[in-house]
């Protein structure tokens, strides 16, 4: 998966169920990833929200459906 | 003769009383240093919302720390966890969490793979007298491993391939990394239960910075962990350290560094949290430690020409 062209600065990438109800989306994991960089999670199958946001406010949303019994997506972060 | 067994006497006694009794706690205060006692003594605190409440009197943050995270925030939260308590109500716990019963924890059904304890950010930082060098860094083990997340990925092999530069960062695929970085789950009965000490949530993060300073840590590695576990270790008011160092990481989770010239210490703390004094006469499902940690921490006198150094914390759930 690519992400969107956005953001200029190194991104916190967050998964979190997706969920519209603020209580209810919780956050599985995060982590940092420079742009150009790539990192790798590991989720069950269900409904996701990825998330990525710099310091500087940019930020985008993605909403990936996982199916496979244990799914491996690698996500690129894409330059400005 | 008699200055050396004197001195050989001293290490003895220091030794001896360093570790605690069966039927104690072995407890860390930054003023007072190590203690062994029975139970934790609070001292009387008249708090309007005492959930995690452990200061003497309640500040103005303190009466607003019971609100929603949307709507009460923290002076000087770095900015993602600003931007994180926005969108998540579990920004401040370092997964998905579960308070039931008398075991709070990660709440394990909302991850694959398998194994007891949450490794949640190990990060391995470098020190090189390299400018550019070569490396592979790889996962040895023969059996499955539940990786939950990995920055970079991994390649087939769990191997990350690529160059140290400029002494302290990495670059894979031509994108630099100030470190590497996994979440992964492990098996409990790999790790070691006894060795630790326990503690109020502020202490126990001063205390696992202390411990990795000692271990000559990088300025970098020590900056990152205050920042990222001042936010994510739950407001608990107690917690008890159980640390896992090469001995235990290496047998649970080997690696393997392709670089001459190179060493790896690596500190997983296992963090257990109590909402009240921990007390020795309730029974525990993990047992409060009562030995010195300092006894299976790795002793780090060498410089190599490569340091990699590694650190985490992790929350059991099952």
Not at chain 2, 76 to 92: C, D, I, M
Request: proline share 6%; net charge neutral.
């Amino acid at each position: 998966m690519t992400s969107p062209k956005g953001c200029s600065k190194s991104a916190m990438i967050w998964i979190a169920l997706d969920k519209d109800d603020y209580k209810d989306r919780l956050l599985l994991m995060h982590t940092e990833v420079p742009i150009g960089g790539s990192f790798q999670f590991y989720l069950k199958p269900g409904q996701y929200q990825v998330r990525a946001s710099d310091e500087n406010g940019c930020e985008f949303l993605q909403k990936i459906k996982v199916k496979d019994l244990v799914s491996t997506i690698q996500i690129k972060m894409v330059k400005k | 003769m008699k200055i050396l067994f004197s001195i050989l006497a001293f290490l003895l006694v220091s030794h001896v009383s360093a570790n605690c009794k069966n039927g104690q706690i072995r407890a860390w205060d930054k003023e007072k240093g190590y203690a062994c006692i029975q139970r934790f003594q609070s001292e009387f605190v008249d708090c309007v919302t005492c959930e995690g409440c452990n200061e003497k009197a309640p500040a103005f943050e303190k009466l607003l720390a019971g609100f929603p995270a949307a709507v009460y925030q923290q002076k000087s939260l770095p900015w993602w966890a600003q931007q994180g308590n926005f969108h998540y109500p579990n920004l401040h716990y370092p997964g998905a969490w579960t308070n039931k019963g008398n075991n709070p924890g990660i709440d394990a059904k909302f991850y694959p793979g398998k194994g007891e304890v949450h490794a949640l950010k190990p990060n391995i930082y470098i020190e090189s007298i390299h400018r550019e060098k070569k490396f592979s860094f790889s996962f040895t083990a023969k059996e499955e491993l539940s990786f939950l997340v990995t920055t970079p990925p991994l390649d087939e092999k769990n191997t990350w391939k690529g160059k140290i530069i400029n002494n302290d960062r990495f670059e894979v695929d031509d994108i630099h990394y100030d470190y590497l970085f996994y979440d992964i789950r492990l098996p409990k009965d790999k790790m070691q239960f006894s060795h630790g000490l326990c503690a109020t949530r502020e202490a126990t993060i001063k205390w696992m910075l202390q411990d990795l300073k000692e271990m000559k840590y990088p300025a970098i590695a020590l900056q990152d962990f205050e920042e990222h576990w001042n936010v994510k270790i739950p407001d608990f008011p107690f917690y008890c350290i159980y640390p896992q160092y090469n001995q235990q990481l290496d047998a649970v989770l080997p690696v393997s560094i392709s670089l001459e010239q190179s060493n790896l210490n690596r500190s997983l703390y296992v963090l257990i949290p109590h909402k009240k004094e921990p007390d020795v006469d309730e029974p525990q499902a993990i047992p409060f430690p009562i030995l010195d940690s300092a006894d299976v921490r790795p002793v780090v006198l060498i410089k190599y020409e490569n340091m990699f150094k590694e650190w985490g914390v992790a929350f059991l759930g099952e």
